[in-house]
T-cell receptor
Framework: QKEVEQDPGPLSVPEGAIVSLNCTYS??????FMWYRQYSRKGPELLMY????GNKEDGRFTAQVDKSSKYISLFIRDSQPSDSATYLC????????????FGQGTRLTINP | DTAVSQTPKYLVTQMGNDKSIKCEQN?????MYWYKQDSKKFLKIMFS???????INETVPNRFSPKSPDKAHLNLHINSLELGDSAVYFC??????????????FGEGSWLTVV
């Protein structure tokens, strides 16, 4: 079993839809949670990070963490074609060197 | 003025060859990384250096040898390339900090194909 599980998709939705992306994890030591966006032929770029259970909002994006269920989500409201990319969840423990553990990534397409 | 730049972007080479990928960051960060992304998009850390000192060394064949001449550069040398080494290799950097907001910045990747 992988430490972080993420449905690779692909996921295709119409423009304007609400998108829900999810990851589950098995290591209860993970305390920091991140979402990265990766466009085709590009490197991942950080979208959002959080370190506590609950919701964090940034514009059209909301990150949600449920540590009791070991489940994190990213919601995208009013999705745009420019949101089409692969979304990777990532997480790490607090102490020690930064070692991000990534999910497989979900490939998302927003259709105009 | 790219923050994390790596060269070459594309590399096609034959089995058994030795190749290097170079990385430079101009963000003033103390820590640099090499990540490998396979064909299924799994992104896994290989190495991390902090101020030229190796701090993370995952289970990677010893054909892979990172070298950090200074804290702004981290190169990856691969000996005796195998078909399974075909992947995208990402260089990244960050400040040394345990904080959650300590962003890791990735380069654009180097696409390695071994034939």
């Amino acid at each position: 079993q992988k430490e972080v599980e993420q449905d690779p998709g692909p996921l295709s939705v119409p423009e304007g839809a609400i998108v829900s992306l999810n990851c589950t994890y098995s290591n209860s030591a993970f305390q920091y949670f991140m979402w990265y966006r990766q466009y085709s032929r590009k490197g991942p770029e950080l979208l959002m990070y959080t370190y506590s259970s609950g919701n964090k909002e940034d514009g059209r994006f909301t990150a949600q963490v449920d540590k009791s269920s070991k489940y994190i989500s990213l919601f995208i409201r009013d999705s745009q074609p420019s949101d089409s990319a692969t979304y990777l969840c990532a997480m790490r423990i607090i102490a020690g060197a930064q070692k991000l553990v990534f999910g497989q990534g979900t490939r998302l397409t927003i259709n105009p | 003025d790219t923050a994390v730049s790596q060269t070459p972007k594309y590399l096609v080479t034959q089995m058994g060859n030795d190749k290097s990928i170079k990385c430079e960051q101009n963000l003033g960060h103390d820590t640099m990384y090499w990540y490998k992304q396979d064909s299924k998009k799994f992104l896994k850390i290989m190495f991390s250096y902090n101020n030229k000192e190796l701090i993370i060394n995952e289970t990677v064949p010893n054909r892979f040898s990172p070298k950090s001449p200074d804290k702004a550069h981290l190169n990856l040398h691969i000996n005796s390339l195998e078909l399974g080494d075909s992947a995208v290799y990402f260089c990244a950097s960050s400040q040394v900090s345990a904080g959650p907001g300590n962003t890791i910045y990735f380069g654009e990747g180097s696409w390695l194909t071994v034939v």
